[in-house]
């Protein structure tokens, strides 16, 4: 872990010896894995001392326990069990489609009130690349051709500017209040991400408040659970999933960080959703009150057969179960009281977590289930020495996924919100008509003008106005508005538009 303001300083590391290279032999053969070391006498100086170091650092004892694990003791396919799924208790359940304005406003004081006295944080999940976007940058740096060309990390950035300018004004505030972003990246990002912030000045923030941590890895395994090479000289490894973040944050000193700043509440979310309310304090102030060690929020399944994984109770634990894994009788399920699914409670990767929860999970990581990913590995040939690129799949990826701690929690909350403000996610390339670069940018226009006409103002649309995907080109800046308060400037007025507003200086100028 590093604070953006922070250089990492590498101090060369003494080479190896005989007695050392003996034990490490002796230790991967107790372990069942001496082939990664094949070749290692015809290795450069270099090239030994690199591959010495990467097995001297991995734990192979682990490894081996986790694929045990998720080999020998697979999670069931609940298409057969579905008398062990049951729907989300009422009493951890809230939706914002139904709770007052009044209750909202509490929610809402309450989440403040922690950001006012520096008590929360934000944990971005940020390691992937734009490759569907087509884009090798990080996914965070992609612009979604917004009037102002703002890239997702900006957004993300400015939302939090506005946030403690909010909390800011709550009363018995500290001298200064701040909300640290914490971006965990992957090994590939990192440079590129760091780089970005840099070049940008970190978008308003202090450097001091956003610390970058990397996402963690694990060696890919033949499915007899041999670790794989790439190269004579390095395994093939790949990241752990984004429920690795547990183990990233206390093995990079993050967790530490956080209670130096005493920290007590986390927010958690994927870059990839440009509606997202980063440190939502609704959502904060919801949970607080709920007394929550861990919270989902949540988007109602727009029917039965959307392809999303919902939470609900798994043999009585809080889950995320997947679409595959539920069978139609119980996708269609309609709960009584509210005519809604009774599954229908659609994950979208946005989490609260208490510090004390996250510090807990280092007890329970042993018991937590890694998922195989099949694919196809470009791997070293221990026979020939060459490194094949193989037709069919070959061996298997581990991960774990963010919700797995969900069963380990012991006061959940699940909030429901409204899917058009809040969740659009940028999954796919340009031009597929959803989930993709189109649909992130009309999204977050048409939000604009609902903000306007919400607060009294009239759109009138321009001539020169193109209206790319059906929206009014109206931007407005997060740091005008953080969700649609403090327009009121606009009551009774009217704003023409293509336009993007900076300041309330300019929506000022701008209303007729």
Not at 145 to 169: H, T
Not at 471 to 478: I, N, V, W
Not at 502 to 509: G, K
């Amino acid at each position: 872990m590093i604070a953006a303001s922070a250089l990492a300083i590498q101090t060369p590391k003494p080479q190896a010896s005989s007695s050392d290279i003996r034990e490490l032999r002796e230790r991967y053969q107790a372990a069942g894995q001496a082939h990664l070391l094949t070749f290692f006498d015809d290795l450069s100086p270099a090239e030994q001392a690199k591959l010495f170091e990467q097995l001297q650092s991995l734990n192979v004892e682990r490894v081996n326990r986790i694929h045990q694990k998720a080999t020998t003791c697979p999670s069931p396919m609940l298409n057969s069990q579905s008398a062990t799924l049951e729907p989300l208790p009422e009493s951890c359940f809230d939706s914002i489609l139904e709770a007052s304005k009044d209750k909202i406003q509490e929610w809402q004081t309450i989440g403040l009130n922690q950001m006012a006295q520096n008590k929360v944080a934000v944990i971005l999940l940020a390691g992937g690349q734009g490759t569907r976007l087509g884009s090798s940058a990080p996914k965070g740096c992609y612009n979604i051709n917004l009037p102002s060309s703002k890239p997702l990390f900006q957004l993300q950035a400015e939302r939090i500017v506005k946030l403690q300018q909010l909390a800011q004004q709550q009363p018995g505030a500290v001298a200064n209040v701040t909300i640290p972003w914490y971006v965990m990246t992957s090994g590939p990002t990192r440079p590129a991400t760091v780089a970005f912030f840099q070049e940008n000045d970190y978008f308003g923030l202090s450097s001091e408040n956003i610390v970058f941590f990397e996402q963690g890895t694990l060696p890919c395994l033949t499915f007899d659970g041999k670790i794989m090479m790439e190269s004579k000289s390095q395994i093939a490894v790949a990241p752990d999933g984004n429920g690795g973040v547990y183990a990233s944050l206390r093995g990079t000193g993050v967790l530490a960080n956080m209670a130096e700043r005493n920290i007590e509440y986390l927010h958690a979310y994927c870059v990839d959703n440009c509606l997202v309310r980063v440190a939502d304090p609704v959502f904060i102030g919801y949970c607080v009150q709920k007394n929550a060690d861990c919270g989902a929020k949540v988007v109602r399944k727009t029917a039965p057969e959307e392809p999303v994984g919902v939470v609900c109770l798994r043999n009585s634990a809080f889950n995320v179960i997947e679409y595959s894994e539920i069978d139609a009788d119980v996708a269609h399920a309609i709960n009584p009281k509210n005519g809604q699914l009774s599954f229908g409670a659609a994950n979208i990767v946005n989490h609260f977590y208490t510090l004390d929860f996250l510090n807990r999970v280092e007890s329970f990581e042993g018991d937590l289930e890694y998922h195989i990913a099949r694919k196809k590995i470009k791997s070293l040939d221990f026979q020939t020495g060459e490194v094949i690129a193989p037709k069919q799949v070959n061996g298997m990826k581990l991960e774990m996924f963010v919700f797995d701690v969900f069963p380990f929690t012991e006061r959940m909350a699940v909030f429901e919100v409204d899917r058009r403000e809040e969740f659009s996610p940028l999954k796919n390339a340009p031009g597929t008509g959803q989930d993709c670069p189109e649909t992130s940018r009309r999204d977050i226009l048409q939000q604009h003008v609902r903000f306007i006409e919400a607060a009294g103002g009239k759109i009138v649309i321009g001539e020169d106005d193109e209206q790319i995907e059906g929206a009014p080109t109206l931007e407005l800046s997060p740091l005008v508005t953080y969700s649609g308060e403090g327009l009121s400037i606009v009551a009774g007025k009217s704003i023409r538009t293509p336009i993007k507003i900076n300041s309330l200086e300019e929506l000022a100028r701008a209303v007729f």
